[in-house]
C-alpha cells in the first residue's frame, strides 16, 4: 500500500502572511486534489492536479496558489492569511487514467492564523 | 447545481443497534455516490461506491448504502454497529469528471455503550 504524507501537521500563521502546506504520495498517482474541511461545511476542493507541472482550479481557488513540480508532490499556498481563520487542509491522490472515483487521503493539515 | 446534503449534523446510537445515515443528491443526471468516512486523527477512507446496476452496494465493515432514483437518496446502513464505528461520515458525488466530487457536510456518528 502506499500513503500520503502532509506536512506540517499543524500550522500557526500570523494575519497576512504567506504560508505553504506540502503533500508527498508514493502511490504513483497521477492526480493530487487539496481540498479544505471546515466544521459544518464538508470539504470543498481548492485545486487539483491531473499531472506534473498541470494545476486545475476548484470552487475555492481563490487566496491559494498550487505547485506540482514533481508527481510525487503538491503544494498548496495561502497567499494571505485571515485573521482568525482556522481550517483543516487535505491533500488527496487518485489513480488518474482509469480513475474510479476512489480517492486516498492523507491526515491533514491544520491551520490557525491569529 | 449540482450538491450533496447530509441533514444529519450528529447521530447517536447505542453499540448493536441498527445504523442508517441519510444523505440526499441533487444532480441532473444519475451520479456516482461514495461514502468516505474519517476516524479520529486520520484520512478520509472510501466505504463504498454507487455507479449503475443493483441500488444496494456492499461496502467495507459490514456497511451498505442503497441508491434511490425517485428519492434521489443514497443512505448509509449498517445492521449493528460497534463502538469503533464512531466517526465522521461523509456522502460524496460526482458527475461526469471524478475530479470534482463534492462532498456533504458530514454526520458525526458516537455509539454509546
Known amino acids: 500500500g502506499g500513503i500520503i504524507t502532509q506536512t506540517p501537521k499543524f500550522l500557526i500563521g500570523q494575519e497576512g502572511q504567506k504560508l505553504t502546506l506540502k503533500c508527498q504520495q508514493n502511490?504513483?498517482?497521477?492526480?493530487m486534489y487539496w481540498y479544505r474541511q471546515d466544521s459544518g461545511k464538508g470539504l470543498r476542493l481548492i485545486y487539483y492536479?491531473?499531472?506534473?507541472?498541470?494545476?486545475q482550479k476548484g470552487d475555492l481557488s481563490e487566496g491559494y496558489d498550487a505547485s506540482r513540480e514533481k508527481k510525487s508532490s503538491f503544494s498548496l499556498t495561502v497567499t494571505s492569511a485571515q485573521k482568525n481563520e482556522m481550517a483543516v487542509f487535505l491533500c488527496?491522490?487518485?489513480?488518474?487514467?482509469?480513475?474510479?472515483?476512489?480517492?486516498?487521503f492523507g491526515e491533514g493539515s491544520k491551520l490557525t492564523v491569529l | 447545481a449540482q450538491s450533496v446534503t447530509q441533514p444529519d449534523a450528529r447521530v447517536t446510537v447505542s453499540e448493536g443497534a441498527s445504523l442508517q445515515l441519510r444523505c440526499k443528491y441533487s444532480y441532473s443526471a444519475t451520479p456516482y455516490l461514495f461514502w468516505y468516512v474519517q476516524y479520529p486523527r486520520q484520512g478520509l477512507q472510501m466505504l463504498l461506491k454507487?455507479?449503475?446496476?443493483?441500488?444496494v452496494v456492499q461496502g467495507v465493515n459490514g456497511f451498505e448504502a442503497e441508491f434511490s432514483k425517485s428519492d434521489s437518496s443514497f443512505h448509509l446502513r449498517k445492521a449493528s454497529v460497534h463502538w469503533s464505528d464512531s466517526a465522521v461520515y461523509f456522502c460524496?458525488?460526482?458527475?461526469?469528471?471524478?475530479?470534482?466530487?463534492?462532498f456533504g457536510a458530514g454526520t458525526r456518528l458516537a455509539v454509546c455503550p
Open positions: 488527496a491522490s487518485s489513480i488518474g487514467t482509469g480513475d474510479t472515483g476512489q480517492l486516498y
Open positions: 492536479s491531473i499531472t506534473e507541472n498541470d494545476l
Open positions: 502511490f504513483n498517482h497521477d492526480t
Open positions: 454507487y455507479y449503475s446496476g443493483d441500488p
Open positions: 460524496a458525488g460526482g458527475g461526469s469528471s471524478f475530479n470534482k466530487l463534492t
